[in-house]
């Protein structure tokens, strides 16, 4: 079973800068949602990003203006750069891949991402 693999997380202080990476380790033909979800403690998982093969995007309300999502179709990778971090953008952070959009068929085990001073 191919697997998606993360990185890029880490600690940063408020208004800092990371940039996340998802590749898989095997190969997965005609991809064609790539997203971000994230996971805070004591709560659900919700959906950050998303982004087709044509380069359309879409966001959570809490993440426009700051975080930017993109793909590299030749490498099947995908990327999340966030900016302006805050700490409530505290959370691990999941790419999800699939054939469709928010139904997600391959899942990556997630990349902590801690926003604190």
């Known amino acids: 079973q191919v697997q998606l693999v993360e990185s890029g997380g880490g600690l940063v202080q408020p208004g800092g800068s990371l940039r996340l990476s998802c590749v898989p380790s095997?190969?997965?033909?005609?991809?064609?949602?790539m997203e971000w979800y994230r996971q805070a403690p004591g709560k659900q998982r919700e959906f950050v990003a998303g982004?087709?093969?044509?380069?359309?995007?879409h966001y959570t309300d809490s993440v426009k203006g700051r975080f930017t999502i993109s793909r590299d179709n030749s490498k099947t990778t995908v990327y999340l750069q966030m900016n302006s971090l805050k700490p409530e953008d505290t959370a691990v952070y999941y790419c999800?891949?699939?054939?469709?959009?928010?139904?997600?068929?391959?899942w990556g085990q997630g990349t902590q991402v801690t926003v604190s001073s």
């Open positions: 999800a891949f699939g054939f469709v959009v928010a139904a997600p068929k391959y």
């Open positions: 095997g190969s997965i033909f005609r991809v064609y949602a």
């Open positions: 982004v087709t093969p044509g380069g359309n995007t």
